[in-house]
T-cell receptor
Framework: DAKTTQPPSMDCAEGRAANLPCNHSTISGNEYVYWYRQIHSQGPQYIIHGLKNNETNEMASLIITEDRKSSTLILPHATLRDTAVYYCIRRGGTSYGKLTFGQGTILTVHP | GEEVAQTPKHLVRGEGQKAKLYCAPIKGHSYVFWYQQVLKNEFKFLISFQNENVFDETGMPKERFSAKCLPNSPCSLEIQATKLEDSAVYFC?????????????FGDGTRLSIL
């Protein structure tokens, strides 16, 4: 299984940046790092993905270390609506189609 | 459409009955994926399709579960002779292509309750 390690939970104050870490020390060269989140009981929502370079979109930034063994998802100005479970997923290699979800990080944004 | 549409939102069946779930992928997406979420954070991949062809069925239970994606119809996931353990939320996702750099976009799921 393609494993990542995330803290089970994190807190963040509204308006501050939320930095969610992910360890993927055994990632191989052709595997992407994906981030999804699940708000309450909705379907997982795609946030961002990257291979080697840092990436930014309208939702978040993804910082990948040079050795690719870890990454950080940054929500620059967290709001209460960002409270969700955040999943860091490796995708590629021999299982390049499916997503393998781990336990994720429960991010709670408080006023 | 612009979103993955799953129907019904909720489905209740008695043990032993059949359950059929539907998924309309985003228009233009050729890959469809089915996942099962039993406990709050535990997802299990079931099956994927490239258009109407099975792409990967390694997660599909050998018995009772079947799935199809036919041209000009929503994809479907069918469970015969349902069991209590089939109670879960079933998510469908679609992507433009199946490559690792193409994100999957999810519907809001069908909550299946087996009584």
């Amino acid at each position: 299984d393609a494993k990542t390690t995330q803290p089970p939970s994190m807190d963040c104050a509204e308006g501050r940046a939320a930095n969610l870490p992910c360890n993927h020390s055994t990632i191989s060269g052709n595997e992407y790092v994906y981030w999804y989140r699940q708000i309450h009981s909705q379907g997982p929502q795609y946030i961002i993905h990257g291979l080697k370079n840092n990436e930014t979109n309208e939702m978040a930034s993804l910082i990948i270390t040079e050795d690719r063994k870890s990454s950080t998802l940054i929500l620059p100005h967290a709001t209460l609506r960002d409270t969700a479970v955040y999943y860091c997923i490796r995708r590629g290699g021999t299982s390049y189609g499916k997503l393998t979800f781990g336990q994720g990080t429960i991010l709670t944004v408080h006023p | 459409g612009e979103e993955v549409a799953q129907t019904p939102k909720h489905l209740v069946r008695g043990e032993g009955q059949k359950a059929k779930l539907y998924c309309a992928p985003i228009k233009g997406h050729s890959y469809v994926f089915w996942y099962q979420q039993v406990l709050k954070n535990e997802f299990k991949f079931l099956i994927s399709f490239q258009n109407e062809n099975v792409f990967d069925e390694t997660g599909m239970p050998k018995e009772r579960f079947s799935a199809k994606c036919l041209p000009n119809s929503p994809c479907s996931l069918e469970i015969q002779a349902t069991k209590l353990e089939d109670s879960a939320v079933y998510f469908c996702a679609s992507s433009f292509e199946g490559y690792s750099n193409q994100p999957q976009h999810f519907g809001d799921g069908t909550r299946l309750s087996i009584l």
